[in-house]
């Protein structure tokens, strides 16, 4: 069975910190993979796309990096601020598929003052 | 910047009434696609459309669901005989072409009594 899995759930950091949100899949074979943004109650924003194709992508002080032979990406924030709280999920194009994602459950992440 | 709308917001119904949620997908996009999330749980997909036509569709997606692009703007997602497990956010989403990323709008709270 396809599956997406984040780690961890929860994440409590400090303002300016730099981190890392993780994501991995249960089948190496995909299409592309989205990071997207989840405030409560509201709806998703797409942060970054990678194809398959691609190890890495950059926008802003977000970077995202996809390993599809260990089934891995992360999301590396750089210099957090209390803006970035939200849940961030990992969704995944599995081939094989048309083209629906595969959403893992999120990491909500806290940035503090 | 374009974005994908949704109405209503929030939707409070009777069991085994039919309702009807609406979308206007980004004007040039391609493919339509409808998610849902329950309270708690991760983002699942339910139908992917395409050409006037469905092009995958989830389990969840029995019977008892159908979609339909009624015009050159509007994509909706009906559910003929609602149940109280049918109570979620419901997810528009579009995206230009296959496997390119997905814009999702706000949501429709949907609520089964």
């Known amino acids: 069975k396809q599956e997406v899995t984040q780690i961890p759930a929860a994440l409590s950091v400090p303002e300016g910190e730099n981190l890392v949100l993780n994501c991995s899949f249960t089948d190496s074979a995909i299409y592309n993979l989205q990071w997207f943004r989840q405030d409560p109650g509201k709806g998703l924003t797409s942060l970054l796309l990678?194809?398959?194709?691609?190890r890495e992508q950059t926008s802003g002080r977000l970077n995202a990096s996809l390993d599809k032979s260990s089934g891995r990406s992360t999301l590396y924030i750089a210099a957090s601020q209390p803006g970035d709280s939200a849940t961030y999920l990992c969704a995944v194009g599995f081939t094989g598929t048309a083209s629906k994602l595969t959403f893992g459950t999120g990491t909500r992440l806290q940035v503090t003052l | 910047e374009p974005e994908v709308t949704q109405t209503p917001s929030h939707q409070v119904t009777q069991m085994g009434q039919e309702v009807i949620l609406r979308c206007v997908p980004i004007s040039n996009h391609l493919y339509f696609y409808w998610y849902r999330q329950i309270l708690g749980q991760k983002v699942e997909f339910l139908v992917s459309f395409y050409n006037n036509e469905i092009s995958e569709k989830s389990e969840i997606f029995d019977d008892q669901f159908s979609v339909e692009r009624p015009d050159g703007s509007n994509f909706t997602l009906k559910i003929r005989s609602t149940k109280l497990e049918d109570s979620a956010m419901y997810f528009c989403?579009?995206?230009?072409?296959?496997?390119?990323?997905?814009?999702f709008g706000p949501g429709t709270r949907l609520l089964v009594l």
């Open positions: 990678i194809q398959s194709s691609q």
């Open positions: 989403a579009s995206s230009p072409h296959r496997q390119e990323t997905q814009y």
